[in-house]
């Protein structure tokens, strides 16, 4: 029964393409001590799926997210996002491929304080110049998938937790990106938020079909993905595809960071809501 749904997987996985290929990266940061931050590693995403990263602090997942942000380059190795190898590109093509191309969702929410939600989500559109209409548009788009219809005219210190990331989300969709890095999205939120947040990430990800890539350390975060992959020292640990049930996916999660050890803290306590 396993080696069939693995299978079907597989099969699944032709039929799509790869919008992240990550060949043999290696990225080493030279100081008084040479770090190497990762080791060959090799990470395709297909498109539509929604990945999470985990390891151990010190383990390169920040490094792998500044590579796939295309704000650091490979030391060695090729990274190819929609097609495009970020390191062939000049300045200004970078802004605006990752303006264009990839929404920014990160633990800090970084929401204007003197702008409403409403002018904070439209922000990524004025940029580029878009027709009133247009923008208006997206807005009312965005704020009805969201749940953020009531709250439009708000400043971000009149918003909860939940609403501020759900605001933040809503920026970082609203110029249709093609992948969505999230960062610890559900770091600072209660667990109810927490879990609002994910339905919302899972939601986007099933209807929308946009890749999500998530790092974080919250094992019932993962469980929402389809796939999480393990990394440690710079280094692929391991990687397990979900299953049917949530909760089977959740222990399986568990059992490989137990392995995983290091920095992870002891996650045998806890248990999915």
């Given amino acids: 029964m396993h080696n069939h749904k693995i299978n079907n997987h597989q099969i699944n996985n032709q039929m799509r393409k790869p919008i992240v290929e990550m060949k043999d990266v290696t990225k080493i ?93 439209v922000l990524p559109l004025t940029l580029d110049g878009l027709p009133v209409r247009e923008m208006k548009s997206r807005v009312q788009d965005m704020a009805q998938k969201l749940n953020l219809e009531d709250i439009l005219e708000r400043r971000p210190d009149e918003l909860s937790g939940g ?44 209807h929308e079909r946009t890749t999500i890539i998530m790092v974080t350390h919250d094992p019932i975060a993962a469980s929402y993905c389809d796939r999480v992959l393990f990394i440690k020292d710079g280094e692929f640990f391991n990687e397990i595809y979900k299953d049917e049930r949530r909760q089977t996916f959740f222990q399986r999660i568990l059992n490989v960071l137990s392995l995983l050890g290091g920095n992870v803290h002891d996650f045998s306590s806890v248990r999915l809501p």
Avoid: W
């Fill in 29 to 121: 940061y030279e100081g008084k001590v040479m770090h190497r931050a990762l080791k060959q590693l090799d990470f395709d995403v297909e498109e539509g799926e929604f990945v999470a990263i985990m390891g151990p602090s010190g383990s390169g997942k920040t490094t792998l997210l500044n590579l796939l942000m295309a704000t650091d380059i490979p030391t060695y190795g090729k990274i190819v996002i929609g097609g495009v190898e970020p390191e062939t590109l000049g300045q200004n093509e970078i802004a605006l491929f990752r303006r264009r191309q990839i929404g920014f969702v990160f633990q800090e929410i970084n929401l204007l304080q003197m702008l409403t939600v409403e002018e904070n989500l």
């Fill in 163 to 206: 609403q501020a990331q759900r605001t933040a989300i809503g920026r970082a969709l609203i110029h249709q990106p093609n992948i969505v890095l999230a960062d610890e999205p559900t770091g600072n939120l209660d667990s109810k938020s927490a879990k609002d947040v994910l339905e919302l990430l899972e939601n986007i990800n099933t």
